[in-house]
Nanobody, 115 residues
């Protein structure tokens, strides 16, 4: 049974930092590409960052230089380190795992950036 569980969300002031974690089970983690998506009310879900099985990363233009995606294959976990947070970063952040036709999602963790 495949499960992705996000954690680390919360309320933070503009300019602050948060670190999100996504723990995976039920998959051979090291073979999967991993990603973080986010969605705000009234907006479509958008890709934030991806990391391949080999560790290659890509970022949305809106978060480049502020967010860092990483993975620890020994812990079956992918991370999203977020800094210099802005109110526009507010939303539900979702973890994604993909390999060929397999596509799995977590249930999300809320991030709110507000003063």
């Amino acid at each position: 049974q495949v499960q992705l569980v996000e954690s680390g969300g919360g309320l933070v002031q503009p300019g602050g930092s948060l670190r999100l974690s996504c723990a995976a089970s039920g998959i051979i983690f090291r073979f999967y590409a991993m990603g973080w998506y986010r969605q705000a009310p009234g907006k479509q879900r958008e890709l934030v960052a991806t990391i391949t099985s080999g560790g290659s990363t890509n970022y949305a233009d809106s978060v480049k230089g502020r967010f860092t995606i990483s993975r620890d294959n020994a812990k079956n976990t992918v991370y999203l380190q977020m800094s210099s947070l802005k109110p526009d970063d507010t939303g539900v952040y979702y973890c994604n795992a993909i390999l060929m036709s397999a596509d799995y999602w977590g249930q999300g963790t809320q991030v709110t950036v507000s003063s």
